[in-house]
C-alpha cells in the first residue's frame, strides 16, 4: 500500500501551490484556487506563464522525479 504525501510550495510566506507524491515514483504539481484566483498574484516563474501572460495550470504527473522548476529546490 502506498501513502500519499504533500509538501506546500510557499511564495513569499504564503502557500501558492502543491507537491504531492502519487506513490510509487509519481509526483505532481497544484496550484491553490486562491492563487489561480488572485489577479495580482506574485509569478512563481516565467514557467508557468503561457504566452498569453495567463497563469500555466495544466501539468501533468512526473515519473521518479519532480516537475523541473522544483528539482534543484528539493533536497
Do not use: C, W
Given at each position: 500500500?502506498?501513502?500519499?504525501?504533500?509538501?506546500?510550495?510557499n511564495?513569499y510566506?504564503?502557500?501558492?501551490g502543491t507537491l504531492?507524491?502519487l506513490?510509487?515514483?509519481?509526483?505532481?504539481f497544484?496550484?491553490?484556487?486562491?492563487?489561480?484566483?488572485n489577479?495580482?498574484?506574485?509569478t512563481l516563474?516565467?514557467?508557468f506563464?503561457?504566452?498569453?501572460?495567463e497563469?500555466?495550470?495544466?501539468?501533468?504527473?512526473?515519473?521518479?522525479?519532480?516537475?523541473p522548476?522544483?528539482?534543484?529546490l528539493?533536497?
Open positions: 500500500m502506498s501513502s500519499v504525501s504533500v509538501l506546500n510550495v511564495l510566506s504564503e502557500t501558492i504531492t507524491h506513490g510509487g515514483d509519481r509526483t505532481i497544484a496550484f491553490t484556487d486562491e492563487y489561480i484566483e489577479p495580482d498574484r506574485p516563474g516565467l514557467a506563464k503561457e504566452e498569453s501572460g497563469l500555466y495550470t495544466d501539468f501533468r504527473p512526473y515519473q521518479k522525479r519532480v516537475m522548476f522544483f528539482s534543484n528539493l533536497p
